[in-house]
């Protein structure tokens, strides 16, 4: 059996449970309450992933993931799982990872463009409601019939003012645009910056393939998100995510059934991907997580509730490890209840009072057999981490990412010719024609004036000449010829 096809250890209880490759890309949960072990838990699955060079996606919700660049045995509780597991054969190593980071800091710029994302996660992304994100798609569709790519946020700006602006003359072909909507869209990219937005649209863009690499020894590379800002920002990290996702989806040629998958993808803190989430958009989702896996992906889901899944996803995750959860209340109880009754039934067990009583580290394991069905529930300790537990410091993360193969290329940004810079162009082109058309009416009007003026002094004349003898026709005289050279009056 090769390497690739070796199943994969994960936990031990009565027998030791081990994750079947050619069932990994089935997804899988990982579920339990703050504190149960569930960031460990989907260390350990990463390490093994990574071990028959599958490449795996993670983001780092709380900056304790990076250390997986270093070998472990620096942690007393670690040596303490391995002996009361009886775990003989165990080694502590290093896996192969790169850092990545939408602002920039700790790890290599991650950015994608406005026509990537599309209107459909922008909109979520700027919490439009149905008639906004209306706008917002015809703003989109304006700007590929006349050509303006959308890059960046500048780009978006401009097309929508643009738009707004025109507003009159979009109506026919495009429909209704409503100022208040141009406004709302506006209002609402000015906060998308203020959260750091900018940074995240531009170019280079990711490109996938960079995702789905291994090193020198054959490893699969472990790309990790800086997530710990981010986070703070849930709409923003979870719409990035699920571009990534979508992607993947989109890019990614059908495999059917690989021996191992082609990429594994943790989503941590899955829940703020359906929450608030418009109809149209949970169908999008659904259809991409039941998809995925024909092109050798296998999405793994972090979440503290299973309840916070839809069960139309949920019924797709067929590798699941369940830690402790609490019952305080009765959604609680609900969310207990619910997670016990996934399991395959295990006759010597009592789920629902397991998933009460199990301790940190400890989980209800099953996944899928070589046939593609549930195993018997088991309660046991998943094995600990090969890697280091002891947070990395920035001298050593920079070593890691300057040292990466792609440092240089994302770090270096790119503004080419869009959709900002064109319509600059012609706002300036149209400024140009609407001072010369003011020129050519104020010269038009300067020779009206002029032929005024000559009629009116002429008629001055004649009244001169009558009245040339007197003392006030003196006076008018000079007043008149006065004010035009620039004299004083008497």
Known sequence: MGESQQALLIAKGETEISLLPGMANRHGLIAGATGTGKTVTLRV??????????????????????????????????????QKLGLSDFQFEAYPVVFWDIIGDLGHPVRTTISDMGP???????????????????????????????????DLR????????????????????????????QRNLLALEEQGGAKFFGEPALTIDDLIQTDQSGKGMINILSAEKLIHSPKVYATFLLWILAELFEQLPEVGDPQKPKLVFFFDEAHLLFEDTPETLREKIEQVVRLIRSKGVGVYFVTQNPLDLPDTVLGQLGNRVQHALRAFTPRDQKAVNAA????????????????????????LVSVLDEKGSPTIVQRAFIIPPGSSLTLLTPEERKDIIRGSVLWGHYEKEIDRESAYEKLKVRAEEMAVQQQEQVAQKEKASAAGRKSQTADLIGAFAKSTVRAIGSQVGRQIMRGIFGSMLGGKKR
């Open 340 to 363: 016990a009754e996934t399991f395959r039934t295990n006759p010597r067990l009592d789920i629902t009072r397991a998933i009460l009583e199990l301790a940190v580290g400890e989980a």
């Open 120 to 154: 459909l996660l922008l909109s979520r992304l700027l919490n439009l409601n149905d008639t906004q994100s209306g706008v917002l798609g015809l703003v989109f569709k304006v700007a590929d019939d006349n050509g303006y790519l959308l890059l960046d946020l500048k």
């Open 158 to 185: 401009s097309m929508v003012q643009f738009v707004g602006e025109n507003a009159e003359q979009f109506r026919v072909q495009y429909g209704n645009v409503s100022t208040a909507s141009i406004g709302a869209i």
């Open 45 to 82: 699955l990463a390490e093994q992933f990574s071990r028959i060079g599958v490449p795996v996606f993670m983001a780092d919700v709380k900056g304790d993931l990076a250390s997986m660049c270093k070998a472990g045995g620096d942690h007393p509780k670690v040596a303490q799982r391995i």
